[in-house]
């Protein structure tokens, strides 16, 4: 079993967090963000969505972080993905509101908002030649 990621990867920090916890039997593989190998062949072939983490166990392929993190609690029936429905509901509602909300909130809300107030201020700054 072999997890694609990046150490920066927002997304691949919980999914390694969790292996390393659990002392799961995972390989990493690095995709080089920084030198666009996520854009490049052989990943994409892999991830064809161009993002990391991507979870290869045989011949399953996972893609998306809350997938890879189930799959992986079920597979070695960790305690962290509860038996119980009602259980398992309250730990998806709080994947899902990371997954939706925070990131939406934080990504767009953060990012975007000081990307915007950034570019907004360029007009005014000084030019030196």
């Known amino acids: 079993m072999k997890l694609y990621m990046h150490p920066v990867s927002n997304t691949s920090r919980p999914v390694r967090m969790f292996i390393a916890d659990n002392n799961l039997p995972v390989d990493e593989e690095v995709v080089d963000l920084m030198t666009g190998a996520h854009h490049q062949e052989p990943y994409i072939s892999l991830n064809p969505n161009r993002q990391v983490p991507t979870l290869v166990d045989d011949d399953l392929t996972?893609?998306?972080s809350s997938a890879i993190l189930k799959y992986l609690a079920e597979k070695f029936d960790l305690a962290a993905y509860p038996k119980d429905a009602k259980k398992r509901a309250k730990v998806n509602e709080a994947m899902d509101w990371f997954n939706t909300?925070?990131?939406h909130d934080y990504g767009y809300g953060v990012g975007v908002a000081?990307?915007?107030?950034f570019?907004?201020?360029l007009p005014t700054l000084p030019v030196s030649r």
């Open 119 to 121: 570019t907004s201020a």
């Open 114 to 117: 000081c990307g915007a107030h």
């Open 62 to 64: 996972l893609g998306e």
């Open 101 to 103: 909300h925070f990131y």
